[in-house]
């Protein structure tokens, strides 16, 4: 059973350009979130999508933007590149683990995408 | 809202000694709980999660947590350290009214000394 598949692993861009990082959720699982980790931080969340709709949003500006495939794949798109965007991006996707109301369910991680910006 | 602080952003133990990572949680609903591990270069793996059941909670790798709400405390411990254990460790909290946002702590470096 495939986990949480991100791609590219690694890139590097220079400021100003735009950029589309690819993920693949864990079988069976329909939401997905994607979360930005600076060097030497805790992750922060950026936003997350089920049923390809985007469901919640951190505090992150415009420039980032998502998308949710009917397959429940997703890309995370960032326009006009910063330094401060240099950082490593998971996606994490969720099933759904409980009873009707609550769910307990984890979130798996897939080892990121590491973005450097020139 | 929900927060999360961990204490110490770098803990240093021997091998075979106990290793104690310490976390604080601030959340105006009943939290979920996590602990994730993340080894160089690499994305996160859950270790082990609290989520209203046992407050005593046994994860992979021989680590287990203590959910104590009087104290809003989720601190890691393993009996015994390992080399392999060296790594950074992640808590974080999930509001339990299915959000599936997850705010994570700083952080906290484990170095385990032969």
């Known amino acids: 059973d495939a986990g949480v598949t991100q791609s590219p692993t690694h890139l590097i861009k220079t400021r100003g350009q735009q950029v589309t990082l690819r993920c693949s959720p864990k079988?069976?699982?329909?939401?997905v979130s994607w979360y930005q980790q600076a060097l030497g931080q805790g992750p922060q969340f950026i936003f997350q999508y089920y049923e390809e709709e985007e469901r919640q949003r951190g505090n992150f500006p415009d420039r980032f933007s998502g998308h949710q495939f009917p397959n429940y794949s997703s890309e995370l798109n960032v326009n006009a590149l910063l330094l401060g965007d240099s950082a490593l991006y998971l996606c994490?996707?969720?099933?759904?683990?409980?009873?009707?109301?609550?769910?307990?369910?984890?979130?798996?991680f897939g080892e990121g995408s590491r973005l450097t910006v020139l | 809202a929900q927060s999360v602080t961990q204490l110490g952003s770098h803990v240093s133990v021997s091998e075979g000694a106990l290793v104690l990572l310490r976390c604080n949680y601030s959340s105006s609903v009943p939290p979920y709980l996590f602990w994730y591990v993340q080894y160089p270069n690499q994305g996160l793996q859950l270790l082990l999660k609290y989520t209203s059941a046992a407050t005593l909670v046994k994860g992979i790798n021989g680590f287990e947590a203590e959910f104590k709400k009087s104290e809003t405390s989720f601190h890691l411990t393993k009996p015994s350290a390992h080399m392999s254990d060296a790594a950074e460790y992640f808590c974080?909290?999930?509001?339990?009214?299915?959000?599936?946002?997850?705010?994570f702590g700083q952080g906290t470096t484990l170095q385990v000394k032969p």
């Open positions: 974080a909290v999930m509001a339990s009214s299915n959000t599936g946002k997850l705010i």
């Open positions: 994490a996707s969720r099933g759904f683990e409980g009873d009707s109301i609550t769910n307990t369910g984890e979130l798996f």
């Open positions: 079988s069976g699982h329909d939401t």
